[in-house]
């Protein structure tokens, strides 16, 4: 349904699947694994995915920098 809806391709969906998956969000590195993209076209799939509203991003701080962590939106805000 979400696929249709928002026009997702098979990659894109994907990720968004992942992502619906965990509770505690995932990093770009973690996604790449999980689907068997390259980081890129991960990244790329991760701002179509936040600029269609079905996906957030959140800072994580780290002793030497920070990295993004990405959520799903819940199921009601889709």
Not at 15 to 31: H, N, P, Q, Y
């Amino acid at each position: 349904m979400v696929q249709c809806n928002y026009n997702l391709n098979d990659s894109e969906y994907l990720v968004f699947a992942e992502l619906m998956k965990t509770k505690s969000g995932l990093s770009v590195k973690e996604i790449v694994e999980k689907v068997q993209k390259d980081r890129t076209t991960v990244q790329k799939i991760l701002t179509k995915l936040l600029k269609r509203g079905l996906c957030m991003k959140r800072q994580m701080n780290l002793e030497r920098g920070f990295m993004f962590v990405y959520f799903s939106k819940n199921k009601t805000e889709i």
